[in-house]
């Protein structure tokens, strides 16, 4: 076969070793081709293609980001017809069939091409881990990583400036990151979109405390964390192409009403893009490898219609409609386990 790979959404460390898993795995056992599609669906519009070899994807594993770089397009978006544009540009470049490595949003996207009959096997990404039927979803360990070495550094100086610190990390849906790395990391409350916090609690952690002798705290926050009682000014920006509201602003919220209810400094930390960024840890590289050889034989067994996931210690295969059902939120129990820690 002539296999089309894609990488849509946001980046993140460990779609490099996707494709090169799949095209190693795909040329040297299955014998197929492969033909990257740049920036996401984006390329399907004017065929933005590279071939993918051996060779092109060879020493990538350890590098972030995508070689075939990303985009939020949605080829559905106003009502147009996106398998007619997507299935013109796969016979123009003679490819038989996909694999899209994305989010929600591309697996989407994904899910409606295998309805229509387009040969589909997609490969989870997503830095938030809330994609349902998989434990875990690469570069969520890498992010976790990011964040604690962040939130370790930041120790010191809110401990030297007896200050409190709040960290914004990512967590548009699901707290994920915030728990991990806020239990990894040590931090003193950990805010997160599952769980509407009451600021009032949240500063007698603090005010406790520091009544106990610690002149510092560290306050961990999901970039969609909000408060059970009112609503914080978020930043303007709009929508992305598949509805999606820009985040930002919760961490300043929260430095600007901590100083003003306790009296204590408090200053932020918004970790952003930096928890994309560069080399993907060890397990997300060795993730990122076993997903990429699982689709490219899913593909070759015939299967469509399926995402490749991770049950246990286990690679298979599920249903995308499984997958896409609902977001994959926070466990309540890892929420309780963290809470002990608090204040």
């Not at 898993?21 to 920036?39: N, Y």
């Not at 080829?75 to 899209?100: M, Q, S």
């Not at 298979?316 to 204040?343: H, N, Q």
Request: glycine content about 14%; proline content about 4%; hydrophobic content about 40%.
């Amino acid at each position: 076969m002539r296999i089309g790979l894609l990488t849509g959404g946001g980046d993140c460390p460990g779609l490099n070793g996707v494709l090169r898993a799949v095209v190693r795995r795909g040329v040297r056992t299955h014998g197929h081709e492969f033909v990257g599609f740049r920036h996401g669906w984006a390329g399907f519009t004017d065929d933005n293609t590279v071939d993918l070899t051996i060779d092109s994807t060879s020493g990538i594993l350890p590098r972030g980001g995508t070689i075939l770089g990303t985009s939020r397009t949605n080829p559905y978006k106003d009502g147009a017809d996106g398998t007619a544009v997507i299935r013109a540009a796969l016979e123009r470049n003679g490819v038989d069939a996909l694999i899209p490595i994305g989010g929600e949003d591309t697996l989407g996207v994904a899910a409606r091409l295998a309805a229509d009959g387009v040969p589909v096997v997609g490969v989870p990404k997503t830095i938030d881990n809330d994609l349902d039927g998989t434990d875990y979803t690469f570069g969520f360990d890498t992010a976790v990583q990011i964040a604690t070495d962040a939130i370790d550094r930041l120790h010191t100086t809110a401990e030297s400036h007896n200050r409190v610190l709040v960290v914004e990390v990512m967590g548009r849906h699901a707290g994920w990151i915030a728990c991990h790395a806020g239990m990894a990391g040590g931090a003193d409350a950990i805010l997160v979109p599952e769980r509407p916090f009451d600021l009032d609690e949240v500063c007698d952690h603090l005010r406790a405390r520091h009544a106990r002798g610690r002149s510092f705290s560290i306050v961990v926050a999901s970039e969609g964390a909000r408060p059970a009682q009112g609503s914080i000014t978020t930043r303007e920006g709009g929508v992305d192409e598949f509805g999606h509201v820009r985040l930002g602003g919760i961490a300043a919220w929260l430095e600007n009403e901590i100083e003003a209810r306790t009296g204590f400094e408090t200053r932020m930390v918004v970790l952003g893009h930096v928890q994309r960024g560069g080399t993907p840890t060890a397990y997300d590289r060795v993730l990122a490898t076993r997903y990429g050889v699982e689709a490219v034989d899913a593909l070759t067994r015939g299967e469509s219609g399926v995402m490749v996931a991770l049950r246990g210690t286990e690679i298979l295969t599920i249903p995308l409609e499984e997958a896409l059902a609902a977001p994959k939120l926070l466990d309540p129990e890892l929420f309780a386990t963290a809470a002990v820690f608090f204040g």
